[in-house]
T-cell receptor
């Protein structure tokens, strides 16, 4: 089946640790995105990538890092510099930059313990 | 910069009644507008989009949305609500020049009672 796979579904992190969230797509989409979802705040863009080996900061990039070494993969690392990492993280992809809709993965819920 | 407003945190409607979830937007130039639905602990599912053309857009699960340029609105509608329509709905906008990020509203929770 084509789609976007995020793993793990649930992730627990101790304070001071870095963790990496996986996002893989087999839709052959060029653009990929990471969003953070908090209750009552909607979705906020962390990073996005238009093509392989290229990515840009979104609105809340501090404390996060990404890589785009392969077209189908866009992992997100939540570093210890992120002050409030507990949230629901959503990865998405789209064919192109504008008129096409984005397809979302099922999300990863990260909790700091 | 583009923005989206969803003025209602929650909309309550009885099953079988029509429903409307409101969305207004701000963007330079012509907008690309989208509606998504989210069920608990799941990702977002695409419902419909407006790119150009007919102001009334039909989408999945019987939903439709009306684009109104003068009011900068893109309200989501359904003639007859189902209990299974209860979910969180997001409106999103993207500008039409260059690479534009998809900007989301804060979401509206729809509760359909039996």
């Amino acid at each position: 089946d084509g789609g976007i796979t995020q793993s793990p579904k649930y992730l627990f992190r101790k304070e001071g640790q870095n963790v990496t969230l996986s996002c893989e797509q087999n839709l052959n989409h060029d653009a990929m995105y990471w969003y953070r979802q908090d209750p009552g705040q909607g979705l906020r863009l962390i990073y996005y990538s238009q093509i392989v080996n290229d990515f840009q900061k979104g609105d809340i990039a501090e404390g996060y890092s990404v890589s785009r070494e392969k077209k189908e993969s866009f992992p997100l690392t939540v570093t210890s510099a992120q002050k409030n990492p507990t949230a629901f993280y959503l990865c998405a992809s789209s064919i192109g930059p504008r008129e096409t809709e984005a397809f979302f993965g099922q999300g990863t819920r990260l909790t700091v313990v | 910069a583009q923005s989206v407003a969803q003025p209602e945190d929650q909309v309550n409607v009885a099953e079988g009644n029509p429903l409307t979830v409101k969305c207004t937007y701000s963007v330079s130039g012509n907008p690309y507008l989208f509606w998504y639905v989210q069920y608990p602990n799941r990702g977002l599912q695409f419902l419909l989009k407006y790119i150009t053309g007919d102001n009334l857009v039909k989408g999945s699960y019987g939903f439709e949305a009306e684009f109104n340029k003068s009011q900068t609105s893109f309200h989501l509608k359904k003639p007859s609500a189902l209990v299974s329509d209860s979910a969180l709905y997001f409106c999103a906008v993207r500008g039409n020049t260059g690479f534009q990020k998809l900007v989301f509203g804060t979401g509206t929770r729809l509760l359909v009672s039996p």
